[in-house]
């Protein structure tokens, strides 16, 4: 499935297959030996029964002109809407569950399915479900009802060090299940994608086009990964691949089967790494963590006395590698689930105790306004000063939204709106709330100015 993830840098990424994770850790241990011959093949008899091959129909428009979009021109001309035209594509899925027939695989691979079927190694066609699916995580959730289904266990993606053997199996090319090895390559990937919560599990074991969604695992047939993305300038393997780690993908689906969707909590910080030069600046020493940008007013945060300045250094006793990491963990926790966080400020350690709250889309200030759907936050001091202007900075964006479809992204830094400077979240609710539509944007996009017509 030659499909193309979105704002992937620096080459195009190509969509691909499932990975896999270790044991507690999943160190190298010498492979099993059959009758002579160095091999994992009793362990791949075992694992790939539970690894399956998807089908996807989707309707897509015939015709691609964007006019049709515009609905003054569609409305003067009295257009109708285009004709439909189906569309086949293929990936790969892993089932978690087999009591209730559950299938992890990525959310592009189901994306804008009419119709899902599920074709597992003994060659059994069943018709699929989609539970949920969650764009951010790039994380799906399939249901299928069958007898005598085979499930993977599911690995701590945690323990996985970088050097540990793993298998990746998946449907490339749509040839038909396929087993490839390697090693894992790095942890904690990030900027794969501009959206999103990422973690990546970076491997070389061989990915290509169709493996989206099947499994990584490690050489005891534990499932740690679901392989999302390969990097690549020609479509193909180069021996760079992504997965997503098992435990992020287990959180996901937990929340996909108890809601259809993941309902994110918010403590109302900005933040962004500690870097070494700040570290030093801040008398920190070797500490590693997030820097808090900045505190929301009467947010989570606020209410429990944390300040901008402060650095977290660990959640829930887990140590913070930087601002990512922390994003990660708390975009995973569930609305109502209390955090604890360890904060150093002014030289001291101290421990402050948390609840999460709904996650709001943009304040709840700019309902339909092209900024629906975003997630603002005033610029800090920092940002400001890289950017040589005081703005607004855009934290996420939901999928489908007016946001999204206006073109925003997380990271934007929206300096201007009709043509008048804005330099706090509180601006723009003035600009709103006295009646004028928002309806040019200036932005700051990786270091470049750029002009937004919002509709």
Do not use: W
């Amino acid at each position: 499935m030659l499909t193309k993830l979105p704002g992937l840098r620096p080459a195009v990424i190509a969509l691909c297959t499932c990975l896999a994770l270790a044991p507690p850790p999943a160190i190298a241990q010498p492979l099993p030996q059959d009758g002579g011959v160095t091999t994992i093949a009793p362990m791949l008899s075992r694992v790939t029964p539970a690894v399956v091959n998807i089908a996807v129909v989707s309707e897509t428009p015939a015709i691609s002109n964007p006019l049709y979009n515009d609905p003054y021109f569609r409305r003067f001309f009295d257009l109708r809407d285009p004709p439909m035209r189906r569309q086949m594509s293929a990936g790969s899925g892993v089932i978690v569950d087999a009591e209730n027939g559950y299938v992890l695989t990525n959310h592009h691979v189901v994306a804008e399915a009419s119709a899902i079927s599920v074709t597992l190694k003994d060659g059994r066609q069943l018709q699929a479900r989609l539970v949920g699916a969650d764009q951010a995580t790039e994380i799906a959730l399939l249901r299928i009802e069958a007898e005598g289904l085979t499930a993977l266990e599911i690995g701590d993606s945690d323990r996985l060090q970088v050097g540990d053997f793993v298998a990746a199996i998946g449907n490339p090319f749509g040839l038909g299940q396929t087993v490839t090895s390697g090693i894992v390559s790095a942890l904690g990937r990030s900027g794969i994608s501009r959206e999103g919560y990422e973690d990546f599990i970076q491997t070389d074991a061989s990915i290509n086009p169709g493996n989206s969604g099947g499994a990584l695992v490690t050489l005891d047939g534990r499932l740690v990964g679901i392989n999302t993305a390969i990097l690549t300038p020609a479509g193909g393997n180069i021996g760079i691949g992504f997965a997503v780690p098992s435990n992020m993908a287990v959180a996901v689906m937990q929340q996909l089967i108890q809601h259809g969707e993941v309902r994110r909590g918010r403590l109302g910080i900005g933040m962004h790494d500690l870097t070494p030069d700040l570290a030093e600046a801040l008398e920190l020493g070797g500490v590693h963590g997030a820097v808090i940008a900045n505190v929301e007013p009467d947010s989570p945060a606020d209410k429990a006395g944390l300040k901008a300045g402060d650095v977290v250094t660990a959640i829930d006793g887990a140590p913070v590698q930087g601002a990512t990491h922390l994003r990660n963990r708390l975009g995973l926790t569930p609305v109502g689930s209390p955090v604890q966080l360890t904060v150093r400020r002014a030289g001291s350690a101290q421990e402050i105790g948390l609840t999460m709250t709904v996650e709001a889309a943009s304040s709840g200030d700019f309902a339909g306004t092209p900024l629906d759907g975003a997630r603002l936050r005033d610029a800090s001091r920092a940002e400001a000063r890289r950017a040589g202007a005081a703005g607004i900075m855009v934290e996420s964006v939901e999928p489908d939204s007016l946001a999204a479809s206006a073109g925003l992204r997380r990271g934007d830094m929206i300096v201007a709106a009709n043509r008048l400077r804005v330099a706090s979240v509180a601006d723009l609710r003035e600009m709103v709330a006295g009646g004028r539509p928002i309806a040019a944007l200036e932005l700051i996009r990786d270091g470049r100015r750029i002009f937004m017509v919002a509709r």
